[in-house]
């Protein structure tokens, strides 16, 4: 996985047994701004200043489904675990809510999926049961709500056990009994059970773990002189990677540059826009023993079209505590950490794209089904797993899931070796 002063221009449906391949990886990421379109890569921007200034819509599938927020909260093994879907953006009613200081500032509220748009045609002698259970689930999410605004201060244990978990249970009967007044009168379908456990919708936009990377300094230098200090003003000159080190900083070979200073591109501005020069340092890279792994290690070979499916990934030496939002400018504009450990601080990235062909490479530039980068403030040197819970791909063929790592700004991080494989893993899924 927005207008403000440019239209944008986003195509959808590009055409996982396990594969690894060298074809795989480079069809992946043979350029991450390509992989990461979802999150508004066709989002022109003249100046940031006239970004902010106002609410604009999202690129095509750069937004969670259901009307979920940009990002949403799911309890896992005792923390929470962010979605952030789109790379960060938010809907243009999420954002005027956010901007105007609402609920959606700060105050959580329950996200759940969709049932009414999963329903099949509903038989005319069930269409009134089958209302009136759709609107006791709006008043089942609307009490779960007021439970929050009252309540939610108690913390992620109460949130889960209290609110969270009786409405899925709640929703189960209820879809339950749609499928039911259905089934009466034609097919009954299948999987509506697996619709009923609802999230907390992220309002506070990262505020917690972000804190504060996007705005002030970071971000800051965008406005007024496109990002004065952190793109340009000698980042990559200087001391940094010239001016005696590396015998001279050219090692004897022929490098052609090492910064912007020649470059004919605009600068980066932090926003997801191609033809540009980043200046930002590359930043801390670590020791090859701590250098970020991971692995989809739990996966289906098949799904229907729109049945919601979960992929199990593993990483390792990845701390999964930054995210500056690339719909939100935080694109390429911090140089990569390492925490004291020398672990590589960051989140990771989960893509499903449908190909159309399995001799070609699909186009760069599509947008794929389902995009969201994920932090939850854990991992660390030994395996850890999190939970990407996909609601369904539309289209029947086969799917290419994929899942790479990234520093605070969305690059793949730095190895310290030439032969070490990224932190990546694809898998290819049958969708009927």
């Known amino acids: 996985m927005r207008r403000s002063t440019r239209a944008r221009r986003s195509s959808g449906n590009a055409r996982s047994k396990r594969m690894l391949a060298v074809v795989g990886t480079l069809a992946v990421f043979g350029g991450i701004v390509a992989v990461t379109q979802i999150s508004s890569a066709q989002d022109r921007r003249t100046t940031t200043r006239a970004a902010s200034a106002s609410c604009v819509a999202p690129s095509a599938g750069a937004t969670a489904p259901g009307g979920q927020g940009s990002t949403?909260?799911?309890?896992?093994?005792?923390?929470?675990v962010r979605n952030h879907?789109?790379?960060?953006?938010?809907s243009a009613a999420e954002c005027q809510q956010t901007k105007g200081g609402g609920?959606?500032?700060?105050?959580?509220?329950?996200?759940?999926?969709?049932?009414?748009s999963k329903l099949p045609q509903v038989p005319a002698r069930a269409r009134a049961e089958v209302d009136r259970n759709l609107a006791l689930l709006d008043s089942q999410i609307a009490e779960a709500n007021r439970r929050l605004a009252a309540d939610g201060r108690n913390g992620g244990d109460f949130i889960n056990n209290a609110i969270l978990r009786p409405l899925?249970?709640?929703?189960?009967?209820?879809?339950?009994?749609?499928?039911?007044?259905?089934?009466?009168?034609?097919?009954?379908?299948?999987?509506?059970d697996k619709l009923a456990p609802c999230a907390l919708a992220d309002n506070a936009q990262n505020g917690g773990n972000t804190g504060g990377a996007n705005n002030g300094g970071?971000?800051?230098?965008?406005?007024?002189?496109?990002?004065?200090g952190?793109?340009?003003?000698?980042?990559?000159?200087?001391?940094?990677?010239?001016?005696?080190?590396?015998?001279?900083?050219?090692?004897?070979?022929?490098?052609?540059?090492?910064?912007?200073?020649?470059?004919?591109?605009?600068a980066h501005n932090?926003?997801?826009?191609?033809?540009?020069?980043?200046?930002?340092?590359?930043?801390?890279?670590?020791?090859?023993?701590?250098?970020?792994?991971l692995l989809i290690t739990q996966f289906p070979n098949q799904?229907?079209?729109?049945?919601?499916?979960?992929?199990?990934?593993?990483?390792?030496?990845?701390?999964?505590?930054?995210?500056?939002?690339?719909?939100?400018?935080?694109?390429?504009?911090?140089?990569?950490?390492?925490?004291?450990?020398?672990?590589?601080?960051?989140?990771?990235?989960?893509?499903?794209?449908?190909?159309?062909?399995?001799?070609?490479?699909?186009?760069?530039?599509?947008?794929?089904?389902?995009?969201?980068?994920?932090?939850?403030?854990?991992?660390?040197?030994?395996?850890?797993?999190?939970?990407?819970?996909?609601?369904?791909?539309?289209?029947?063929?086969?799917?290419?899931?994929?899942?790479?790592?990234?520093?605070?700004?969305?690059?793949?991080?730095?190895?310290?070796?030439a032969n070490q494989t990224p932190a990546i893993d694809v898998v290819r899924i049958q969708v009927n």
């Open 72 to 80: 949403t909260r799911t309890w896992q093994n005792g923390r929470w």
């Open 85 to 90: 879907w789109g790379d960060g953006q938010m």
């Open 103 to 116: 609920a959606g500032a700060g105050t959580p509220t329950v996200t759940c999926p969709d049932v009414k």
């Open 168 to 192: 899925a249970d709640k929703r189960t009967a209820t879809v339950n009994r749609i499928a039911t007044a259905i089934g009466r009168g034609g097919q009954r379908p299948q999987g509506l």
């Open 218 to 228: 970071q971000n800051g230098g965008n406005t007024g002189g496109q990002n004065g």
């Open 230 to 266: 952190n793109n340009n003003g000698g980042q990559n000159g200087g001391n940094n990677n010239g001016g005696g080190q590396n015998n001279g900083g050219n090692n004897g070979l022929n490098v052609l540059a090492k910064d912007c200073a020649n470059s004919k591109l605009e």
């Open 270 to 293: 932090g926003f997801q826009n191609g033809n540009r020069c980043v200046s930002t340092a590359f930043g801390e890279v670590g020791a090859a023993a701590n250098n970020p792994s």
């Open 303 to 417: 799904v229907q079209r729109n049945q919601p499916f979960t992929l199990r990934v593993t990483t390792r030496n990845l701390v999964r505590d930054r995210f500056l939002a690339a719909g939100q400018g935080g694109y390429y504009l911090e140089s990569s950490l390492l925490n004291d450990q020398g672990l590589v601080r960051g989140h990771f990235h989960t893509a499903c794209r449908m190909l159309g062909s399995t001799r070609q490479p699909p186009n760069p530039q599509d947008v794929p089904a389902f995009f969201v980068a994920t932090e939850d403030g854990r991992g660390g040197s030994q395996p850890d797993d999190v939970l990407i819970q996909i609601p369904g791909l539309p289209d029947s063929g086969l799917a290419q899931c994929s899942v790479w790592a990234g520093d605070g700004s969305h690059r793949i991080p730095m190895m310290e070796r």
